[in-house]
């Protein structure tokens, strides 16, 4: 099983989960990465398309892959119900390519955001960064709240995929508001010079996030908060 990064728009990822010849495609959100990948690799299968929450940078590409390869089941929260062949549900679990998929619901980014946790890994959507989580548009910060505390539950080994390439900037933002943690230090450093070598610094894992991630770290709810509006104006 391989794990492959598809870069999108500005900074999207789109996650490419491979056993043998069939291939698992999450958050599309847009087309031609995806059909220049299996068109180079005309061996592989394309099994499945995940969708973690309604939003255009991780729908945008469904429909262009499917008109090219419409037998391909397409998996995602109420939410997507436009696009996804297969709505699924908090405590669901789905079998593709010979592993079980649970889904976990992450609201707060949007109310219906779902991750899929397979095996060792999680595939989280805009819902946790490294070192960040996503902006509530929603409104509910209890949510949100919540969706953090619940992937800071998930065992320290986990992988942590999640859809954007924010991590300079969420580690800068860590590094501001808790200026003595070593580990933020060490790890940005490493993350600017994976960026300098145009290289993907993901996955994280949940072991690194409890220690970096100001949210998970937060003390309690008024913290998380005022953390969540402090980063929104840090650029």
Not at 42 to 56: C, M, S
């Amino acid at each position: 099983m391989t794990v492959t990064a598809l870069e999108a728009l500005s900074d999207n990822y789109i996650w490419l989960y491979q056993k043998d010849q069939d291939l698992v495609v999450v958050d599309p959100g847009e087309a031609q990465p995806v059909l220049d990948y299996l068109a180079h690799h005309k061996e592989i299968h394309l099994f499945a398309i995940l969708l973690t929450h309604n939003h255009a940078d991780h729908t945008g590409g469904v429909r262009e892959i499917v008109a090219e390869y419409p037998d391909t089941a397409v998996y995602g929260p109420e939410e997507c119900r436009t696009y996804a062949t297969n709505i699924v549900h908090e405590g669901e679990n789905i079998d593709l390519l010979g592993s079980n998929w649970e889904i976990m619901s992450v609201p707060g980014h949007t109310n219906g955001h779902i991750a899929y946790l397979v095996d060792d890994e999680v595939f989280c959507g805009d819902a946790l960064f490294m070192a960040g989580c996503g902006r509530v548009f929603t409104g509910d910060y209890q949510a949100q709240f919540e969706t953090v505390n619940k992937f800071g539950q998930l065992a320290d080994g986990t992988k942590v995929y999640a859809a954007h390439e924010y991590s300079d900037t969420n580690l800068r933002f860590a590094k501001e508001v808790d200026p003595s943690n070593s580990t933020v230090k060490e790890i940005l450093k490493k993350v600017q010079q994976q960026r300098e070598n145009n290289e993907v610094t993901l996955p994280s894992t949940i072991e690194i996030e409890k220690e970096i991630n100001p949210f998970i770290r937060a003390n309690d709810f008024d913290e998380f908060v005022q953390l969540r509006n402090k980063r929104d104006g840090f650029n």
